[in-house]
């Protein structure tokens, strides 16, 4: 069963855009939320995270938003850069799972120039 | 600083015999250490846990005596595919975790595991 949704699979974005990806979960117990960058052949890399007391994180051209009621959260990349192609993860975890991560399905940016 | 490595970053192995995967925190002494599989555009999935010193903890459907799993200390942990098989072959990587930030995993670079 899969308990972190992420959509959509693939999304293709022109340079300076915005770029969204949404990722919804049915676990409640949840209690941190980290989005992951993965270019092809490595490994993933921590991008941006949040806690379900905050709605909303920036960092830099980052930005999460998080719907505690709608049990929704969301990555934003302002001004997206060919760069910034690559997959990205949403993924949840719980403390008290020895902080097990469950990730989304991920989703294949591509920022054309 | 929190940078983990992973080593051969390739490795391709004959059916039938075993290959060693090691996994480092190179500037941090890792809490907990995590294994994942990852298959050609697919997402990461979690073969086991482990904490320094102790039996590694193995999710559902992952074969414990096939994919050994040794924490020897807080910087090292490794990963052992015994009897290799074709279906096998896949992108393995590790994580590790510290305090007082247990939540955030650090990723390796990732392991090619071909076996012919």
């Known amino acids: 069963q899969q308990q972190v949704k992420q959509s959509p699979q693939s999304l293709i974005v022109q340079k300076g855009g915005i770029s969204i990806i949404n990722c919804a979960y049915e676990?409640?117990?949840?209690?941190?939320f980290p989005w992951y960058q993965q270019f092809p052949g490595k490994g993933p890399a921590l991008l941006i995270a949040i806690r379900p007391d905050v709605s909303e994180k920036k960092e830099g051209r980052f930005t999460i938003s998080f719907n505690k009621s709608a049990k929704q959260f969301s990555l934003h990349i302002m001004d997206s850069q060919p760069g910034d192609s690559a997959t990205y993860f949403c993924?949840?975890?719980?403390?008290?799972?020895?902080?097990?991560?469950?990730f989304g399905k991920g989703t294949l940016l591509t920022v054309n120039p | 600083g929190a940078v983990v490595s992973q080593h051969p970053s390739r490795v391709i192995c004959k059916s039938g015999t075993s290959v060693k995967i090691e996994c480092r925190s190179l500037d941090f002494q890792a809490t907990t250490m995590f294994w994942y599989r990852q298959f050609p555009k697919q997402s990461l999935m979690l073969m086991a846990t482990?904490?320094?010193?102790?039996?590694?903890?193995?999710e559902q459907g992952v074969e414990k005596d096939k994919f050994l799993i040794n924490h020897a200390s807080l910087t090292l942990s490794t990963l052992t595919v015994t009897s290799a098989h074709p279906e096998d072959s896949s992108f393995y990587i590790c994580s590790a975790s510290r305090m007082p930030r247990p939540y955030e995993q650090y990723f390796g670079p990732g392991t090619r595991l071909t076996v012919t």
């Open positions: 482990s904490n320094e010193g102790s039996k590694a903890t193995y």
């Open positions: 676990n409640t117990a949840f209690d941190y």
């Open positions: 993924a949840a975890t719980i403390g008290s799972s020895n902080y097990k991560l469950t």
